[in-house]
Every structure is written in structure tokens, then in C-alpha cells.
């Protein structure tokens, strides 16, 4: 079993910039795929950004935030990252992180672990 714990949301205004952390505990961090996913009001959550497991050497990215986001992952801390620049207030939604035994995969349903979320907004 792992649980995952998201951290770093908050308040920006456009064109800032925020980094979203995700630790996990529990199960092999190394052996699982990360992603990152965001949910807004009244909207399915969609795919963010994703990285491939071991050396996370494979990464990922929606065409919404490609090239303004970064995901990486710290095996010995046991997180995943996710750098958000160039913030937009679109991307306003709570973010998720999962871990998935499959790969490097944009589908949620694909994802056996997910965190509480953590919520950011860009304010205009």
C-alpha cells in the first residue's frame, strides 16, 4: 500500500510560478510510475504530466502545459515534483498525484494510488 501526500498549492498570480511536491511512503517508490493530474469545478480531472519509473528517464506532458511545466522525482526523498512556470489562470484546479504499476500513462484509470490533492489558484 502507498500513500501519497501533496504539498505546495497556494495563490500566484499569472505568469508566476509554484512547485508542487508529492511524498510517498509505503511500497516501492522506485518501482512505480508518478503522475501528476488536476481537477477544476464542475470539470473531469485530466491528465498534467507523467514520469517513468526507476530513473524517471521518460517523461510526459498534456499539450496544455508543455514546455511551462516540469515533472521530476527524487527516489531517495520518495517525491515527485511538478515546477510550475508561466502559471495561467486556467491551470486553477486541485492537482493529484497517483502512482501507477503500468507505465508511463495519460489514462487515470491506469493510476492505483492517488494523495488528497492540493489546491492552486492563478489569479488574474
Known amino acids: 500500500q502507498v500513500q501519497l501526500v501533496e504539498s505546495g498549492g497556494g495563490l500566484v498570480q499569472a505568469g508566476g510560478s509554484l512547485r508542487l511536491s508529492c511524498a510517498a511512503s509505503?511500497?516501492?517508490?522506485?518501482?512505480?510510475?508518478m503522475g501528476w493530474f488536476r481537477q477544476a469545478p464542475g470539470k473531469e480531472r485530466e491528465f498534467v504530466a507523467a514520469?517513468?519509473?526507476?530513473?524517471?528517464?521518460?517523461?510526459n506532458y498534456a499539450d496544455s502545459v508543455k514546455d511551462r511545466f516540469t515533472i521530476s522525482r527524487d527516489n531517495a526523498k520518495k517525491t515527485v515534483y511538478l515546477k510550475m512556470n508561466s502559471l495561467k489562470p486556467e491551470d486553477t484546479a486541485v492537482y493529484y498525484c497517483?502512482?501507477?504499476?503500468?507505465?508511463?500513462?495519460?489514462?487515470?484509470?491506469?493510476?492505483?494510488?492517488w494523495g488528497q490533492g492540493t489546491q492552486v489558484t492563478v489569479s488574474s
Open positions: 497517483g502512482a501507477n504499476y503500468y507505465g508511463l500513462t495519460s489514462s487515470s484509470r491506469s493510476y492505483d494510488y
Open positions: 514520469i517513468s519509473r526507476w530513473s524517471g528517464s521518460s517523461t
Open positions: 509505503g511500497g516501492t517508490f522506485v518501482s512505480y510510475s
